[in-house]
């Protein structure tokens, strides 16, 4: 019999969730456990191995397992990657330093951007040159690369980034420069920009480049490890790696683009939710994704989550663009803010209630956890406002100590600010809802959109809790809570397709482009992705291109779906057509003027995984755990039924004011909502006007 049992595993900043599911037994199985920071593979092992043991699943059964991480992102926000050397061309390596040119915020005067994570004194020229049309103007001096290269091992780099001039258009000389240091210096990581973003823009080509470099020895040794750990368990089946952008890669190419990962646990749950609003028929939702350290936002229409092709990675203000170091790669297009479980509360100098964006984090956790924490967060909130049960947060396996996070809310926020600690309680939630409604609100204007149009689908550790509340303050009349909310990104890492997005640049106007030349850029496309998916049935391959197009004269393109067919000069006018079509859904309207391509994008999946959610647990307990009262928004203290959500009969219709618990998750609902049960335990609640 083959093996069918696949698990996923996704490290955030708080918990570590896992989901194991084996279709041939009908099993899905949750797991979850406090991530370790110094060690992340740590809790993935053990985790895993927890599973097989509670499931009996042999590890020699485990056909596959998919990984989403943080550690690329908390690599470059904590800035412990390696010390990176950058090679350019002549003249040019103070490019890195100049970027954009242009400030942020022009009303604070002392604003400063995201610092290159290469310094002036590891960045050097070489001569060397290649024009914009791709011709070489001045050849590559061999000696002038060896001479730099050499300098900068000794001032101790430990990753070369090689990005110079118009190598999207010819990548001769940079492959150049590769294979010379391959030779003198072959354990020095070296990353191409013309290989990890073969676009336009030097400065946006050379950033990519280098944050690759960044953490790519770190991603590395890390994925081995855990690759080693894996096999030591007895699993031999292949390790997949979550994209930004929604798909999974294999174990090699992420540690060959390690920046391609910059957003990869965060994409799951976008996955997920996706997956989910399929399922019900759900046209548009606003995927909210609440952990213990951050809360995520993002659109998902037509049963797909939207994409953009840029993306700011360690910004120093997260809602200013510009603030960051910009990075060209494909990324589920959300917002991410510092309010989650774990995020600290505490009156600022002026005395007013700030919340988050520091995070007790898993080590020490919020102070209920009772390891070590002693600020309080918005879990001890949650948990004396009746959120949650102390007996029974994760099952029962964390006892939650009430009594150490009321002494903590007390000193550290309630006596500061002369409010009684309940209060102090629902201020804090109410202020980190006001936050994250401001994020969304903002996410869904900038795209056009009105929030009143959504459903809100709610999943991690801390989404259900407050997806009640959220909904309230974005006016969104219906919240959708799936089964096993509390690792959803987890289920969403199964459901993911493998996929390899490719782009290459080659500006024209549109009535002038080289077809020939656009010929030969999709024949390397298709064979690069072809190779990296590796399908057994080529058939199964789902193949999708776009072009980045702009108006002659502008500075930002917007991208168009074209059919295959069209890539010629009998698809001209169609393909313009599609481009004032997907210009007026943007801008409102288009214009007459000249039209110019500048990349020319191939996308190349295979099928992923549709899964429910529901998944096996054991039945026998009642429903109902009775009452307790809860804090409701705009309600205050009121008695809330208690449900078992396992024990809930599909079909059954409830009203709030309610609780419902599983092993992973809470999520409440105030007295004006009416919850429905889906077949698959799915809750879909209608939320009233009070």
């Given at each position: 019999?083959?093996?069918?049992?696949?698990?996923?595993?996704?490290?955030?900043?708080?918990?570590?969730?896992?989901?194991?599911?084996?279709?041939?037994?009908?099993?899905?199985?949750?797991?979850?456990?406090?991530?370790?920071?110094?060690?992340?593979?740590?809790?993935?092992?053990?985790?895993?191995?927890?599973?097989?043991?509670?499931?009996?699943?042999?590890?020699?059964?485990?056909?596959?397992?998919?990984?989403?991480?943080?550690?690329?992102?908390?690599t470059?926000l904590?800035?412990?990657?390696?010390?990176?050397?950058?090679?350019?061309?002549?003249?040019?390596?103070?490019?890195?330093?100049?970027?954009?040119?242009?400030?942020?915020?022009?009303?604070?005067l002392?604003?400063?951007?995201?610092?290159?994570?290469?310094?002036?004194?590891?960045?050097?020229?070489?001569?060397?040159?290649?024009?914009?049309?791709?011709?070489?103007?001045?050849?590559?001096?061999?000696?002038?690369?060896?001479?730099?290269?050499?300098?900068?091992?000794?001032?101790?780099?430990?990753?070369?980034?090689?990005?110079?001039?118009?190598?999207?258009?010819?990548?001769g000389?940079?492959?150049?420069?590769?294979?010379?240091?391959?030779?003198?210096?072959?354990?020095?990581p070296?990353?191409?920009?013309?290989?990890?973003?073969?676009?336009?823009?030097?400065?946006?080509?050379?950033?990519?480049?280098?944050?690759?470099?960044?953490?790519?020895?770190?991603?590395?040794r890390?994925l081995?490890?855990?690759?080693?750990?894996?096999?030591?368990?007895?699993?031999?089946a292949?390790?997949?790696?979550?994209?930004?952008?929604?798909?999974?890669?294999?174990?090699?190419?992420?540690k060959?683009?390690?920046?391609?990962l910059?957003?990869?646990?965060?994409?799951?749950?976008?996955?997920?939710?996706?997956?989910?609003?399929?399922?019900?028929?759900?046209?548009?939702?606003?995927?909210?994704?609440?952990?213990?350290?951050?809360?995520?936002i993002?659109?998902?229409?037509?049963?797909?989550?939207?994409?953009?092709?840029?993306?700011?990675?360690?910004?120093?203000?997260?809602?200013?663009?510009?603030?960051?170091?910009?990075?060209?790669?494909?990324?589920?297009?959300?917002?991410?803010?510092?309010?989650?479980?774990?995020?600290?509360?505490?009156?600022?100098?002026?005395?007013?209630?700030?919340?988050?964006?520091?995070?007790?984090?898993?080590?020490?956790?919020?102070?209920?956890?009772?390891?070590?924490?002693?600020?309080?967060?918005?879990?001890?909130?949650?948990?004396?406002?009746?959120?949650?049960?102390?007996?029974?947060?994760?099952?029962?396996?964390?006892?939650?100590?009430?009594?150490?996070?009321?002494?903590?809310?007390?000193?550290?926020?309630?006596?500061?600010?002369?409010?009684?600690?309940?209060?102090?309680a629902?201020?804090?939630?109410?202020?980190?809802?006001?936050?994250?409604?401001?994020?969304?609100?903002?996410?869904?204007?900038?795209?056009?959109?009105?929030?009143?149009?959504?459903?809100?689908l709610?999943?991690?550790?801390?989404?259900?809790?407050?997806?009640?509340?959220?909904?309230?303050?974005?006016?969104?009349?219906?919240?959708?809570?799936?089964?096993?909310?509390?690792?959803?990104?987890?289920?969403?890492?199964?459901?993911?397709?493998?996929?390899?997005?490719?782009?290459?640049?080659?500006?024209?106007?549109?009535?002038?482009?080289?077809?020939?030349?656009?010929a030969?850029?999709?024949?390397?496309?298709?064979?690069?992705?072809t190779?990296?998916?590796?399908?057994?049935?080529p058939?199964?391959?789902?193949?999708?291109h776009?072009?980045d197009?702009?108006?002659?004269?502008?500075?930002?393109?917007i991208?168009?779906?074209?059919?295959?067919?069209?890539?010629?000069?009998?698809g001209?006018?169609?393909?313009?057509?599609?481009?004032?079509?997907?210009?007026?859904?943007?801008?409102?309207?288009?214009l007459?003027?000249?039209?110019?391509?500048?990349?020319?994008?191939?996308?190349?999946?295979?099928?992923?995984?549709?899964?429910?959610?529901?998944?096996?647990?054991?039945?026998?307990?009642?429903?109902?755990?009775?009452?307790?009262?809860?804090?409701?928004?705009?309600?205050g203290?009121?008695?809330?039924?208690?449900?078992?959500?396992y024990?809930?009969?599909?079909?059954?219709?409830?009203?709030?004011?309610?609780?419902?618990?599983?092993?992973?998750?809470?999520?409440?609902?105030?007295?004006?909502?009416?919850?429905?049960?889906?077949?698959?335990?799915?809750?879909?609640?209608?939320?009233?006007r009070?």
């Amino acid at each position: 019999m083959s093996r069918t049992v696949r698990i996923g595993v996704d490290v955030g900043g708080t918990f570590t969730d896992l989901l194991l599911h084996d279709p041939h037994r009908e099993l899905t199985w949750p797991g979850k456990l406090p991530t370790t920071p110094h060690a992340p593979n740590e809790a993935i092992t053990a985790g895993i191995a927890r599973l097989l043991e509670e499931t009996s699943t042999p590890p020699g059964d485990v056909a596959g397992i998919v990984h989403g991480t943080t550690l690329v992102t908390n690599t470059l926000l904590e800035r412990t990657g390696a010390v990176v050397g950058l090679l350019t061309t002549n003249g040019f390596s103070d490019s890195l330093e100049m970027g954009r040119e242009t400030r942020f915020d022009t009303t604070d005067l002392l604003a400063r951007p995201a610092q290159p994570l290469v310094p002036r004194h590891l960045r050097r020229g070489v001569p060397g040159r290649i024009t914009a049309d791709g011709s070489e103007l001045e050849p590559l001096d061999d000696h002038a690369v060896l001479t730099a290269v050499r300098d900068l091992v000794e001032q101790g780099i430990e990753a070369l980034a090689v990005a110079l001039m118009h190598s999207y258009r010819d990548a001769g000389h940079e492959h150049r420069v590769r294979d010379l240091v391959a030779r003198a210096h072959p354990d020095l990581p070296v990353t191409i920009s013309s290989a990890v973003a073969p676009v336009i823009g030097e400065y946006e080509r050379a950033s990519t480049a280098c944050l690759n470099a960044y953490v790519q020895p770190l991603m590395s040794r890390y994925l081995d490890d855990l690759r080693d750990d894996l096999t030591a368990l007895g699993i031999d089946a292949p390790l997949r790696i979550m994209l930004s952008g929604g798909g999974v890669t294999t174990l090699e190419d992420a540690k060959r683009f390690p920046v391609r990962l910059l957003e990869s646990g965060p994409a799951a749950g976008a996955i997920a939710a996706a997956m989910v609003a399929r399922a019900l028929g759900e046209e548009d939702v606003v995927s909210f994704d609440m952990g213990g350290t951050t809360a995520k936002i993002a659109v998902v229409q037509g049963g797909t989550p939207r994409l953009k092709h840029d993306f700011e990675a360690g910004r120093v203000d997260k809602f200013k663009p510009g603030s960051g170091l910009p990075v060209r790669l494909t990324v589920v297009d959300m917002i991410e803010i510092g309010s989650g479980g774990g995020s600290i509360a505490a009156p600022d100098a002026l005395g007013l209630l700030k919340v988050g964006p520091r995070s007790a984090g898993s080590v020490p956790g919020p102070v209920a956890y009772g390891r070590g924490g002693e600020l309080p967060t918005v879990t001890d909130a949650d948990l004396l406002l009746g959120y949650l049960d102390a007996e029974h947060f994760l099952g029962g396996e964390m006892r939650l100590r009430t009594r150490e996070a009321h002494k903590a809310l007390t000193r550290e926020v309630a006596g500061p600010l002369g409010l009684d600690t309940l209060d102090a309680a629902a201020g804090i939630v109410e202020v980190v809802t006001g936050s994250m409604a401001a994020a969304a609100r903002m996410h869904l204007s900038e795209q056009g959109e009105d929030p009143a149009d959504f459903a809100l689908l709610a999943f991690g550790g801390a989404g259900p809790a407050h997806a009640y509340g959220l909904a309230k303050a974005l006016r969104i009349p219906r919240v959708i809570v799936p089964m096993r909310a509390g690792v959803m990104s987890a289920c969403g890492l199964l459901a993911a397709a493998p996929t390899v997005d490719e782009v290459r640049s080659l500006p024209s106007p549109l009535t002038d482009v080289d077809w020939a030349r656009v010929a030969a850029l999709y024949d390397e496309m298709t064979t690069r992705a072809t190779e990296t998916l590796q399908p057994d049935d080529p058939t199964l391959v789902r193949t999708r291109h776009s072009v980045d197009m702009r108006y002659l004269g502008q500075g930002f393109e917007i991208e168009v779906g074209v059919a295959e067919q069209d890539l010629g000069p009998a698809g001209l006018a169609r393909i313009r057509t599609a481009f004032e079509s997907t210009y007026r859904a943007v801008f409102g309207r288009f214009l007459d003027g000249a039209v110019e391509v500048v990349n020319w994008r191939l996308s190349m999946r295979l099928p992923g995984h549709e899964m429910s959610t529901a998944g096996s647990h054991t039945r026998g307990e009642e429903a109902s755990r009775g009452v307790r009262p809860v804090h409701f928004p705009g309600h205050g203290l009121l008695e809330a039924t208690v449900w078992n959500r396992y024990e809930l009969t599909p079909g059954t219709q409830l009203e709030g004011p309610a609780i419902f618990e599983e092993r992973e998750a809470s999520c409440s609902f105030g007295p004006e909502c009416r919850i429905r049960v889906t077949d698959d335990l799915t809750l879909v609640v209608e939320v009233g006007r009070a």
